[in-house]
């Protein structure tokens, strides 16, 4: 059964980090490449942060560059994303996804997801 699995999620106050996992099994995890999404209640989900698979080179919304740093573990099909010097306007439900051939950030490409872990930073 293919599966994503993200956890790490929780409350925490402005300026605290949160490190999410995103642990992937019932495929071939190398091939894939990973990408981390938010949805905040009212708003439209955004893309967050990517890694490809080979060089794992990374990529990270404006919003989030410099504090959050996305990183994979091929050998225990993982992923993590780990959040510094949070904000309140970070608080979202944070998505995990995988895709064999992705447009970096176009939500549609990724094919599969997982169920969500709810990230709150509070003031």
């Known amino acids: 059964q293919l599966q994503l699995v993200e956890s790490g999620g929780g409350l925490v106050q402005s300026g605290g980090s949160l490190r999410l996992s995103c642990a992937a099994s019932?495929?071939?995890?190398?091939?894939?490449?990973v990408g981390w999404f938010r949805q905040a209640p009212g708003k439209e989900r955004e893309g967050v942060s990517f890694?490809?698979?080979?060089?794992?080179?990374?990529d990270y919304a404006d919003s989030v560059k410099g504090r959050f740093t996305i990183s994979r573990d091929n050998a225990k099909t993982t992923v993590y994303l780990q959040m510094n010097s949070l904000k309140p306007e970070d608080t979202a439900v944070y998505y995990c996804?995988?895709?064999?051939?992705?447009?970096?950030?176009?939500?549609?490409?990724?094919?599969?997801w997982g169920q969500g872990t709810q990230v709150t930073v509070s003031s």
């Open positions: 996804a995988a895709g064999e051939f992705t447009a970096v950030g176009i939500a549609e490409t990724y094919e599969l």
């Open positions: 019932g495929f071939t995890f190398d091939y894939y490449a």
């Open positions: 890694i490809a698979i080979g060089d794992g080179s990374t």
